[in-house]
């Protein structure tokens, strides 16, 4: 797969051509994408031919439209047969696209339909750029409604933890900012907690947003809802996420899915409303978007403005995120979920064997 090769090796797949037919597939394939190799047109036909059949790692499976328009959600099929999620969202100056790094997720997040499948693999870097060059390629021929059409902004909160899956996160990275040409500021890294992923990142040398899923700041709550907090417990993810605001200057942002009798009460937004200040972060609120493997609902919509509110007056800076793309199976994992129970499959049937092949340091 072309995408799989390293920007800098891209010259290796064309052995009998001219050095600078490298540099021209640089650009077709992250400055100037295109759906189709056939489009590629200061190439020779030998070489569009060559390169069309393994033009992408994976093929488009589900194309889903919600949100009068604004909103597209892709399920792609990767050439093992494992399927991912990306989703596409207009606004009126920004166009976001919100990527997966691993098939799967081992982190088990109860309210998850993602972590309801258990762990496959790791996204190699190419497959993870790939989404966002597939999505300038669309936007070219196909813009959504009164939104740019480019990509703008990049949020790694698709299917899988990020820090998780370290190397080919960098690496997807790397060729973001330093071959397609994004800024570090419009990308979003998301993370439940992974600190030794969290301490990586503030090594780079780029300045990306960091945003982390808190969901409780209970501690025993918290590993209800996410597990990981036994290995990596709540007040190390909050010291890990001051010092990549201290290293960076760059405000974190806590999220909070917000969830009916579970991290809904006045205790909570206290305690949440405390550590962003003690961070200088900023909080973002989302009710839940449900699973149909989990009974998790989120609260009404005047719970849901108290909770706000009592943020607020504790001091927090805060802003409620409408749920998107509810009606074509936005939320991570679930239009995975539903395509499985579709084909008569189980997502349960193997997530405990496959979460245990992720070593966590």
């Known amino acids: ?22 540099d021209q597939l ?17 190439l020779p036909t030998s070489v569009r031919e060559s390169i069309g059949p393994d033009l992408w790692p994976f093929h488009l499976a589900v194309d889903q439209v919600g949100d009068g328009g ?13 399927q991912i999620e990306t989703v596409l969202m207009g606004y009126p ?3 976001t696209l919100c990527i997966s790094s691993q098939v799967g997720c081992a982190m088990g997040c109860t309210f998850c339909a993602t972590g309801q499948f258990g762990f496959d693999r790791h ?29 703008t902004n990049v949020v790694f909160m698709g299917m899988g933890e990020p820090l998780a899956n370290y190397k080919h996160t960098r690496e997807s990275i790397r060729r973001m900012i330093e071959v ?10 998301s993370t439940v907690g992974f600190v030794p992923g969290m301490r990586k990142l503030i090594e780079e040398p780029w300045p990306v947003n960091l945003a982390v899923s808190l969901h409780s700041t209970i501690p025993s709550e918290r590993t209800r809802l996410v597990p990981i907090n036994d290995r ?85 800076n805060v802003t409620l995120r409408d749920t998107r793309g509810q009606d074509i199976d936005a939320a991570c994992g679930q239009l ?18 496959a979460q245990r092949t992720v070593e966590l340091p």
């Open 232 to 316: 990596y417990p709540i007040d190390d993810v909050v010291d890990a996420a001051f010092e990549y605001y201290a290293a960076k200057g760059r405000r974190v942002s806590l999220e909070w899915t917000l969830i009916a009798g579970a991290n809904d009460s006045d205790e909570e937004a206290i305690g949440l409303a405390r550590i962003a200040r003690k961070i200088h972060a900023h909080v973002n609120v989302i009710a839940l978007n449900p699973t149909p493997l989990s009974t998790d609902r989120p609260p009404d919509r005047d719970h849901v403005r108290r909770f706000i509110a009592t943020l607020a007056r504790e001091g927090a």
């Open 180 to 189: 397609m040409g994004m800024s570090a500021r419009s990308i979003t890294v």
């Open 70 to 82: 604004a909103t597209r959600k892709w399920l792609f099929s990767c050439h093992d047969g494992s």
């Open 1 to 22: 797969m072309v995408y799989l090769a390293e920007p800098e090796h891209l010259g290796d797949l064309l052995p009998n051509e001219p050095n600078y037919r490298a």
């Open 336 to 353: 995975r979920l539903r395509n499985t129970r579709t084909q008569g499959k189980n997502p349960l049937s193997r997530s405990v064997s």
């Open 26 to 42: 640089t650009e077709w394939l992250y400055r100037h994408p295109v759906l189709d190799a056939s489009a590629m047109t200061n």
């Open 123 to 151: 996204l190699a870097a190419g497959e993870i750029v790939a989404q966002v060059a597939y999505a300038n390629a669309y936007l070219a021929s196909t813009p959504l409604p009164r939104s740019p059409e480019r990509i």
């Open 93 to 95: 100056s920004r166009t």
